[in-house]
């Protein structure tokens, strides 16, 4: 499990270096009035494992802020992860991470009768990114394994508009009618970084639907630009793992709404 939790580390690591772009131009540092959160852990072995070593356990082992007296962020914070490995059919109110190691546990327990060999595991973890008076940023990472030749991971974020108390969606901030536009731009910023020709079809090696790109709503908001993560499978296999493309505030200021959170951002 050691080894397996340090590679969630390494690979948050590398995400967050890719972020800041490894540059001097650096957004504000945290600032005094923000939200207060503290960490908290859940963690929760299959009670036959006795004195058995986590990596011979079934386990759920989740670490996240709670935020002080503000249900609706901690609501978005647990639904979350419990969607990253569940079921995307949950409604935002079913936020209860112990019910769903019990559920885990007992899944693993069931299965582990039919593939004695497989340790079935939930590894997983938010991070607050960025604070300020107006946005906070967290940061979402994972491994399951449920049986099978392997385990998959899952990152994500949520961009949480800290004045209206809410979840920032892409609408919220690029102007009416955008979104083609959008898509045009982070194409050919996709297809510099994948080092393919304007006219090369995308059918062959990527799952885009019907062979045309097409953003997701898994996105971050950086003081340099907008990060976009594709996990496993969702556009490539599996063992090409995870894409991320970041989108620079310079190619799409003219399609931004005026006074948005990222307003600040922008030169």
């Not at 609501?75 to 991470?97: A, G």
């Not at 982070?186 to 990527?206: G, M, N």
Request: hydrophobic residues 35%; aromatic residues 12%; glycine residues 4%.
């Amino acid at each position: 499990m050691k080894i397996r939790y340090l590679l969630l580390v390494f690979i948050a690591f590398v995400i967050s270096s890719c972020m800041w772009g490894g540059s001097n131009e650096q957004a504000p540092a945290i600032t005094t009035d923000t939200l207060k959160y503290t960490y908290k852990t859940l963690k929760q072995r299959d009670p036959a494992c006795g004195n058995k070593p986590d990596s011979e356990c079934a386990l759920v082992d989740i670490k996240y802020p709670e935020f002080h007296h503000n249900s609706a962020l901690n609501d978005n914070v647990k639904h979350k992860l419990l969607t990253m490995f569940w079921s995307d059919s949950l409604s935002v109110t079913d936020t209860s991470l112990q019910k769903f190691a019990k559920d885990f546990i007992d899944l693993s327990v069931k299965d582990t009768i039919k593939e004695p060999s497989a340790v079935y595991k939930v590894e997983s973890s938010a991070i607050v990114e960025r604070q300020d008076s107006s946005l906070t940023t967290i940061y979402f990472s994972g491994r399951t394994y449920a049986g099978g030749a392997h385990g998959s991971n899952d990152y994500s974020f949520i961009n949480w508009n800290t004045k209206a108390a809410r979840v920032i969606k892409l609408n919220d901030i690029f102007i009416d009618g955008s979104h083609e536009k959008l898509t045009q731009i982070a194409e050919k910023i996709f297809r510099k970084q994948e080092k393919l020709s304007d006219t090369v079809s995308l059918k062959e090696k990527y799952f885009f639907n019907k062979g045309k790109f097409a953003l997701n709503n898994n996105f971050l908001i950086t003081p340099t630009g907008l990060i976009f993560l594709y996990n496993e499978y969702e556009i490539k296999s599996f063992a090409e793992g995870i894409t991320q493309l970041n989108i620079p505030y310079e190619q799409i200021k003219f399609l931004l709404r005026p006074n948005t959170v990222v307003a600040q951002y922008i030169k």
